[in-house]
């Protein structure tokens, strides 16, 4: 069973927004934590997003002010706004949703592609 399912991404002008969503199979509410993830060509996986079980959030440095995260429990979904994309915002995003503790686990969509042209 596929757990995290995102969407939203596309081909984008500089410039532009896009709004990406990951929409999970069940409840939310008892992850300690969920976040966005980017992967671009040749690099590694970066976190992007991250947002806590009590709603807190923090983001990477260069998408601060930019990307904003956010959850929707009743939905069983979280989103990245992404605004003022820049090219080097390109690459492959993925959901992260995991749980600490003695039942702890760690789930991945399947990744969604974003790319902004110059």
């Known amino acids: 069973q596929v757990r995290l399912v995102e969407s939203g991404g596309g081909l984008v002008q500089a410039g532009g927004s896009l709004r990406l969503s990951c929409a999970a199979s069940?409840?939310?509410?008892?992850?300690?934590?969920m976040g966005w993830h980017r992967q671009a060509p040749g690099k590694q996986r970066e976190l992007v997003a991250h947002?806590?079980?009590?709603?807190?959030?923090n983001y990477a440095d260069s998408v601060k002010g930019r990307f904003t995260i956010s959850r929707d429990n009743a939905k069983n979904t979280v989103y990245l706004q992404m605004n003022s994309l820049k090219p080097e915002d390109t690459g492959v995003y993925y959901c992260n949703e995991y749980g600490l503790g003695y039942l702890g686990y760690d789930y991945w969509g399947q990744g969604t592609q974003v790319t902004v042209s110059s």
């Open positions: 069940g409840s939310i509410l008892s992850a300690n934590g």
């Open positions: 947002i806590s079980r009590g709603g807190s959030t």
